[in-house]
């Protein structure tokens, strides 16, 4: 009972996050089996174990280190790990620049992770360096980390969807080892908006309508023209700096504040359409 409330607190920090309904149905899965498992072995009856290795496939900004560490939390509530912390790590934590430095670096990587999740962002980058790039090496040292300490951290590889795809081909035995791979697609502009007031909500502002058709048509316009659109972390960057000009704005006024001064983010608290952060800040200094 008491696990089953850990897992259902630290569940709804992953249910309020916008969309990702698949990642969503497979951890309550993954929760499901282990309930079931319990039940088996208190029958007598046969209970396998199982791989939850990862790949998240997703763009910027999509949630995949925030779901991987909210993962992390959960697996530890349901027993699957002992610790649930997060090591997050790229290239440059795993490949060393001699013979013999990558596999004690990768292998120190694995160390960190045990008991938890190792989740490597841009995974793809350890193959791309050709047959002679010490890549290679840590990729095979993943692998034999994954054997030999089956049950006690889980590898989350990390990455653009088709450099995710091509990665794998790399290495016919990659794919097998992670049984379970999760898209997250792109947010809509629906879904966009939703973030950004829940984003400005947890820091106490709320944005007002005008602002919000102001994000939208941004936003229609970034998806469209901006091959490198960040989904969320985009989002994340607008309302600080909204909060940064909402600052500058509200200083400039010669009258008493009140707490809904404070709160509100208005249309003009939002320099988007074309303007650099520079050239409206300029625009708003006193003269």
């Known amino acids: 009972m008491q696990a089953m409330e850990a897992f259902s607190d630290i569940y709804k920090e992953l249910d309020k996050m916008i969309g990702l309904d698949e990642i969503k149905e497979l951890v309550f899965q993954i929760y499901a089996i282990l309930q079931i498992k319990q039940f088996r072995s208190q029958e007598g009856l046969q209970v396998s174990s199982n791989v939850y290795h990862m790949i998240f496939k997703g763009n910027p900004g999509t949630g995949k280190t925030s779901v991987a560490r909210i993962i992390g939390k959960l697996f530890r509530s349901m027993g699957l790990l002992s610790k649930g912390h997060l090591i997050e790590v790229e290239r440059a934590d795993l490949v060393g620049e001699y013979i013999g430095h990558t596999a004690l670096k990768t292998r120190e990587m694995v160390k960190k992770a045990l008991g938890g999740i190792l989740f490597i962002d841009e995974a793809y980058s350890l193959a791309r360096g050709g047959d002679k790039d010490f890549g290679k090496e840590s990729i095979d040292c993943l692998v034999k980390s994954m054997e030999d300490h089956k049950n006690d951290f889980i590898l989350i590889l990390a990455g653009y969807p088709k450099e995710i795809e091509d990665f794998l081909k790399t290495n016919p035995g990659l794919p097998s080892r992670f049984p379970i791979q999760v898209n997250f697609p792109d947010y809509t502009i629906d879904q966009l908006i939703e973030i950004a007031k829940q984003m400005a909500a947890e820091r106490e502002y709320v944005i007002l309508p005008e602002a919000i058709n102001k994000i939208k048509n941004h936003l229609m316009q970034e998806k469209l023209l901006n091959l490198n ?41 939002f320099y988007i359409n074309g303007k650099t952060e520079e050239e409206s800040y300029f625009n708003l200094k006193p003269s």
């Open 229 to 269: 659109f960040s989904n969320a972390r985009h989002i994340r960057n607008l309302i600080e700096k909204a909060i940064r000009f909402q600052a500058v704005r509200l200083v400039r006024r010669a009258r008493k504040l009140t707490k809904q001064d404070l709160v509100n983010l208005t249309h003009e608290d």
